[in-house]
């Protein structure tokens, strides 16, 4: 059947002997049915007031505004490819050359060649633990003064401009989603992990070190120096060591996986014991009923003279299960309900019913 399709409208019937001007043969074609044939998208019928509509099909084309190009003899991340950014993917490549295009609105173009096979598409990561990101560091690279990136670390990006990118790193477990990076030219990225130390670009303090523990009691702006304005904001609840103290500023250090942090915070956001410590760090919020709108709401810190009774409360009946010591600060996040104050957001989750203080225990307390 296929040689037969092919060979539709090249080949006509048998041979006529001089057929009779007025009774042409029915059943072959005419002499121009040897010319190619352009079947019409609207009708296959002939038509004399326009040339035949061709159908076309649209080819996948490389972003117009080019921020960065990047290339790796193979890639190393398993890439969804697309037609177009809001569209499924249409194959997915484990392996192979890969040429990364990103567009000035960050969007990455790949174009990968194999020995027998050449495939173009907006790309995406295939294994969702990233995202959109596929690019390292290609040396040592510092994030909003206060963060140097490791090796392995994988960076988004969030937008770009004509030789430069806007880095994001995903689910960093130190910095706070909300905090924004400067743009680093194209060469501080690569598709491949270098080798560098992230060590060599962190500041060596000066003067007597402290090398106190510490955890911060909530999300705390840091500073590049004590008396800078804050640059990024660190999660609550995140190890650190302080360095050193000065005017109510303190240095501190972390190493993640991800990278090492430093700079400077206020003295009062670090805490010398761990979220959920009793009778230090307050309680968390767990359940619907009263922890509605809680996430939302500013961070309270106060601090009472006297032991502050932690309720748990269950199908509206109150339990008193723990204490915030006297004179330790006390951390929450707060809402009203029915005279309870449902706390958080660091320290417990109860599994059922919700962890709260009552408010007629916050008498005489003092806040920050």
Not at 39 to 44: E, G, H, I, L, P
Request: charged share 15%; with cysteine; proline share 9%.
């Amino acid at each position: 059947m296929r040689k037969a399709f092919i060979a539709l409208g090249l080949v006509a019937c048998g041979q006529v002997e001089k057929p009779p001007p007025a009774t042409p043969c029915p059943t072959c074609p005419s002499a121009v049915a040897t010319a190619p044939v352009v079947v019409s998208a609207v009708s296959a019928a002939p038509s004399t007031s326009a040339p035949p509509v061709v159908e076309t099909i649209p080819t996948v084309m490389a972003p117009a505004k080019v921020a960065c190009v990047f290339d790796t003899k193979d890639t190393k991340q398993v890439i969804g490819l697309h037609a177009s950014p809001e569209k499924p993917n249409y194959g997915l490549v484990e392996s192979g050359p890969l040429r990364l295009t990103f567009s000035t609105a960050g969007e990455p173009f790949a174009e990968l060649s194999g020995p027998a096979i050449e495939l173009r598409g907006y790309a995406s990561v295939f294994s969702g633990k990233h995202g959109q990101a596929f690019l390292r560091p290609s040396g040592p690279m510092v994030l909003a003064g206060v963060f140097s990136v490791a090796p392995a670390t994988v960076l988004s990006v969030a937008r770009g401009a004509a030789g430069e990118l806007v880095p994001g790193v995903p689910d960093l477990d130190i910095l706070a989603p909300k905090t924004s990076f400067e743009a680093h030219p194209c060469t501080d990225y690569s598709l491949d992990q270098a080798k560098f130390d992230p060590k060599s670009v962190v500041p060596k303090p000066t003067g007597k070190l402290l090398n106190n523990t510490r955890w911060t009691a909530t999300d705390a702006q840091i500073s590049v120096t004590a008396t800078d304005s804050p640059v990024a904001t660190v999660r609550g609840g995140r190890k650190v060591t302080e360095l050193q103290r000065d005017s109510g500023h303190s240095l501190i250090t972390a190493t993640t996986e991800q990278g090492i942090l430093f700079g400077w915070v206020a003295s009062t956001d670090l805490d010398t014991q761990p979220p959920g410590a009793l009778g230090l760090m307050g309680v968390g919020i767990g359940g619907a009923k009263y922890g509605q709108g809680i996430s939302s709401a500013k961070v309270i810190t106060e601090t009472c003279s006297h032991d502050v009774r932690i309720a748990w409360v269950y199908k509206d009946a109150m339990t008193f299960v723990g204490r915030v010591r006297a004179g330790k600060a006390m951390h929450y996040r707060a809402q009203e309900k029915m005279g309870v104050l449902a706390a958080g957001p660091v320290g417990f989750n109860a599994q059922a019913g919700v962890l709260a203080i009552p408010l007629s225990e916050l008498v005489d307390c003092k806040r920050k």
